[in-house]
């Protein structure tokens, strides 16, 4: 069955850092997605992005974060200047289509600012 | 403000019992709606969608939805050890998901 991969599954970074988190979605989908989850916390959307640009995005998804897709397969996002508070889990998601379907997530990246 | 509401739990059931999990939502206009399974540091897994007031079955599995009262149920029949997660109930609006804080599901041999 086809996978949304992640990686790294854990990354530890000083805060003031910049951090990467990678993604390869699944080949044949368009719409990509970044979500987090706060330990103890609910899933929180991040950005959804389609055909090279930003389609939505949420409140969390401030100047500190961008996306982008630097090659055909993968879809990064990253956080400049980490704050401890950015420590989460990360799951990437795609989906075939737009709208009411459900997404394949990633396993996800722990993001530890220490 | 779009909320998505579960009650936390932990809800626990002897195996082969019925769990039930419960979800309420705040966006009238929401049109589908999904269950996800949630083991402890691993991504959510999709059980079950749900776009039409009724029931909806698959497998030991059933999904409730009621639109005027604005509440999506799970049911988990025979429930097995295996089962014990926590499900998350989410909200498709737009072009993102609205997910519920989640309810913790132990199933007990």
């Known amino acids: 069955e086809p996978e949304v991969t992640q990686t790294p599954s854990h990354q530890v970074t000083q805060m003031g850092q910049e951090v990467i988190l990678r993604c390869v979605p699944i080949?044949?989908?368009?719409?990509f997605y970044w979500y987090r989850q706060i330990l103890g916390q609910k899933v929180e959307f991040l950005v959804s992005?389609?055909?090279?640009?930003?389609?939505?995005k949420s409140e969390i998804f401030d100047d500190q974060f961008s996306v982008e897709r630097p090659d055909g397969s993968n879809f990064t996002l990253k956080i400049r200047s980490t704050k401890l508070e950015d420590s989460a889990m990360y799951f990437c998601?795609?989906?075939?289509?737009?709208?009411?379907?459900?997404?394949?997530f990633g396993s996800g990246t722990r993001l530890t600012v220490v | 403000q779009k909320e998505v509401e579960q009650n936390s739990g932990p809800l626990s059931v002897p195996e082969g019992a019925i769990a039930s999990l419960n979800c309420t939502y705040s966006?009238?206009?929401?049109?589908?709606f999904f269950w996800y399974r949630q083991y402890s540091g691993k991504s959510p897994e999709l059980i079950m969608f749900?776009?039409?007031?009724g029931d909806k079955e698959d497998g030991r599995f059933t999904a409730q939805l009621n639109k005027a009262s604005q509440y999506v149920s799970l049911l988990i029949r025979d429930s097995q050890p295996s089962d014990s997660a926590t499900y998350l109930c989410?909200?498709?609006?737009?072009?993102?998901?609205?997910f519920g804080t989640g309810t913790s599901l132990t199933v007990i041999p």
């Open positions: 998601a795609s989906s075939e289509v737009m709208g009411d379907r459900a997404y394949t």
């Open positions: 080949s044949n989908h368009l719409y």
């Open positions: 992005f389609y055909n090279n640009e930003i389609s939505e």
């Open positions: 966006d009238r206009g929401s049109q589908s």
């Open positions: 749900i776009y039409s007031n």
């Open positions: 989410a909200v498709h609006t737009g072009n993102q998901f609205y």
